[in-house]
């Protein structure tokens, strides 16, 4: 091998790195003259441009932005925002639970209720199954001057699996209603129950009281009142065959809700007998204090039974009647 040749090209080789070092040294302290750094200034908007002090090549250096400020600052603004729009909308919310006695807007901890909501919703379904197996205080029948009869039915279960036995007097019963009671009257009254007792022990003597102030001051004849254990609606046909009445009106609880176990209903049919169809039965219902008042209903109902025998008709007969 020719080591002139040799030489030559080592020489030239080291050399050309030579220069090569050189440029990359002048490229290198370029980059650094034009290296500028960027950052907000006071006023919003302005970019600033500014030669670095000294600092080593390819180091990322921070600055202090006042748009991280800004950043804080919102997040404070939008929280206060939060907090005002979360009072809003429950006040919202509290406005419609007054305007309704649903459970609405309750609110929940994870898929469950809230224990207040759980203990009160507990709370309003031990209420109404007291109601249905309750029964009237004695007292209240006294000072109204009821006596009482029973229905075929002999026990709450059997009252709650057979509503026809509801419907129909016991054979005692029957003789008990023919001795003690007036015959043909305008208006007979019957109290009942049904399916909730609570209903009785809460509005009863305040209807009843104003029902018969109210026919009186109509100068409508009333029968014998009486109270029937464990009654059904469609009683009210048994007692016109047995009475022959104009009218029967049977005031008797309501299916007792989770909203309410104390209403009352006062069902009202023209003439009732065995087979008289649903339709010709009038009734007034929500009587309670959270519905209609029970003075006011017993005064409405006195009304109501003077237009019945106006038109002699009552339910969908007496709407056409009246035309």
């Known amino acids: 091998m020719n080591e002139q040749l040799i030489k030559q090209i080592t020489k030239m080789v080291v050399e050309k790195l030579q220069t090569s070092s050189v440029n990359t040294v002048s490229h290198d302290q ?44 919102y997040a404070k603004t939008s929280s206060a925002k939060e907090v005002d729009s979360d009072e809003k909308k429950e006040a919202y919310l509290s406005e419609l639970r007054k305007k309704t006695p649903s459970r609405i807007a309750v609110g929940r901890a994870g898929s469950r209720p809230r224990t207040n909501t759980w203990l009160q919703f507990r709370f309003d379904h031990a209420a109404a199954v007291d109601a249905v197996y309750g029964e009237v205080p004695p007292e209240i029948l006294e000072r109204l001057n009821f006596f009482q009869v029973n229905t075929k039915v002999l026990d709450k279960e059997e009252y709650i699996r057979r509503p026809d036995l509801g419907r129909r007097l016991s054979d005692e019963s029957k003789k008990t209603v023919l ?32 029902l018969e102030q109210s026919l009186k001051n109509l100068n409508i004849d009333m029968g014998t009142t009486f109270y029937v254990d464990k009654g059904r609606v469609a009683l009210m046909d048994e007692i016109g065959e047995l009475l022959q009445p104009d009218i029967v009106i049977i005031l008797i609880g309501e299916r007792p809700g989770l909203v309410s176990a104390e209403s009352l209903s006062a069902y009202i049919c023209y003439k009732p ?8 039965r009038m009734v007034v219902s929500n009587i309670h204090k959270g519905g209609i008042p029970a003075v006011e209903a017993g005064a409405y109902l006195g009304t109501l039974i003077q237009k019945i025998l106006k038109y002699e008709a009552s339910g969908v007969s007496l709407v056409k009647k009246e035309g």
């Open 179 to 210: 001795d003690k009671c007036k015959r043909s009257p305008k208006v007979q009254i019957v109290a009942s129950n049904g399916l909730s007792a609570k209903a009785l022990e809460a509005n009863l003597e305040d209807v009843y009281l104003s």
């Open 273 to 280: 007998r065995i087979g008289t169809i649903e339709a010709d």
């Open 30 to 73: 370029n980059q650094e003259q034009q290296q500028v750094k960027l950052h907000q200034n006071n006023d919003v908007g302005k970019m600033v441009v500014e030669n670095p002090s000294s600092s080593v090549a390819g180091e990322v250096t921070f600055y202090p932005s006042t748009k991280l400020v800004k950043k804080h600052e």
